[in-house]
C-alpha cells in the first residue's frame, strides 16, 4: 500500500498564502493521477483539484485561478498552490492517489493521506 503524508497546512490570514505538499512512498507499480480533497465541519468532502499521470489538471470551479496542483514525479510528491485565500477555504485538506492514471470518480481512491488543517481567519 502507499501511504500519503501531507504537510504545509496552518494558520494564515484572508487574502495570504499556503503550498501543500504530499509526499508518497510504499510500493507502487505505476505513476497514478492524484488530487486533494478538503471537507469543512459539517460539509461533504469536497474535490478542489485534480492531475493525472501527464500533468493534465482539472479544479473545482471555487478555487479556479487561485489554486494551482502540480505534481513532481522523481520527488513522488503532489503539491497544491493556494493563494487568495478566503475563510470559506477553510478545511481539512487531503491528498489522495487514484487507481488510474486518469481520475474516474470519487470512487476511484485507493490511498488517502492523514489530512491537513487549514484555517483562514482574522
Known amino acids: 500500500q502507499v501511504q500519503l503524508v501531507e504537510s504545509g497546512g496552518g494558520l494564515v490570514q484572508p487574502g495570504g498564502s499556503l503550498r501543500l505538499s504530499c509526499a508518497a512512498s510504499g510500493s507502487f507499480f505505476s505513476v497514478k493521477a492524484m488530487g486533494w480533497y478538503r471537507q469543512a465541519p459539517g460539509k461533504q468532502r469536497e474535490l478542489v483539484a485534480t492531475?493525472?499521470?501527464?500533468?493534465?489538471?482539472n479544479y473545482a470551479n471555487s478555487v479556479k485561478g487561485r489554486f494551482t496542483i502540480s505534481r513532481d514525479n522523481a520527488k513522488n510528491t503532489v503539491y497544491l498552490q493556494m493563494n487568495s485565500l478566503q475563510p470559506e477555504d477553510t478545511a481539512v485538506y487531503y491528498c489522495?492517489?487514484?487507481?488510474?492514471?486518469?481520475?474516474?470518480?470519487?470512487?476511484?481512491?485507493?490511498?488517502w493521506g492523514q489530512g491537513t488543517q487549514v484555517t483562514v481567519s482574522s
Open positions: 492531475i493525472t499521470s501527464g500533468s493534465y489538471t
Open positions: 489522495a492517489r487514484f487507481r488510474n492514471s486518469v481520475p474516474t470518480g470519487d470512487n476511484s481512491v485507493a490511498d
